[in-house]
Antibody, heavy 119, light 108 residues
């Protein structure tokens, strides 16, 4: 059964960093790009970027450039998203999603990880 | 521009038809994907490549496109269709992804 399992909720102070993990199961992790999407409370979906677990290639949303880093471990079948220099506006649910090869559809999503930035 | 525009809300009575549109300059070159998100849940893909329905998605969901506007139609809306619907696409180079602002479908 294909599944993406994300790490648990985090509470961070402004200026800190957070690292969220996304463990894949039921498919060959290296075959698909992983996207990260976030959703602030009561707001819409915001695309953050994607990475290829096999090549390590990444593309980040321009507004997050310099603060976001996406990595992966093929051996662990796990993708990671690290966001630094957190502000209150980074409070959101963060989702990982598998992108179907050769297409832009996000056909498998993790359950989401709530990151709360609070002083 | 790769921005995608959606109306914020649509209200419809059970059994009626809900029409949700997504417009953007890039859509003449890129496909659109639609996601349904219910409160507290992760999004679920309900339409891909403008008008293709994933397995398990009811036939009352359909998609169409014309120029720079793509439409998701729910024919015979059911109470369980009440949710937020987001369109997603890519910029013309295929490098960046983008979501529309979302449309809340309320079943009266």
């Amino acid at each position: 059964q294909v599944h993406l399992e994300q790490s648990g909720a985090e509470v961070k102070k402004p200026g800190a960093s957070v690292k969220v993990s996304c463990k894949a199961s039921g498919y060959n992790f290296g075959d698909n790009d992983v996207n990260w999407v976030r959703q602030a409370p009561g707001q819409g979906l915001e695309w953050m970027g994607w990475m290829n677990p096999t090549t390590g290639n990444t593309v980040y949303a321009q507004r997050l450039q310099g603060r976001v880093t996406m990595t992966a471990s093929i051996s662990m079948s796990t993708a990671f998203m690290e966001l630094s220099r957190l502000t209150f506006e980074d409070t959101a649910v963060y989702f990982c999603a598998r992108e179907k090869s050769g297409d832009f559809q996000l056909d498998l999503w993790g359950q989401g990880t709530l990151v709360t930035v609070s002083s | 521009s790769s921005d995608l525009k959606q109306a914020p809300s649509v209200s419809v009575s059970p059994g009626q038809t809900a029409t949700i549109t997504c417009s953007g300059d890039a859509l003449s070159k890129q496909y659109v994907y639609w996601y349904q998100q219910k409160a507290g849940q992760a999004p679920v893909l309900v339409m891909f490549q403008d008008n293709e329905r994933p397995s398990g998605i009811p036939e009352r969901f359909s998609g169409s496109s014309s120029g720079t506007t793509v439409t998701l139609t729910i024919t015979g809306v059911q109470p369980e269709d009440e949710a937020d619907y987001y369109c997603q696409s890519a910029d013309t180079s295929g490098t960046y992804r983008v979501f529309g602002g979302g449309t809340r479908v309320t079943v009266l």
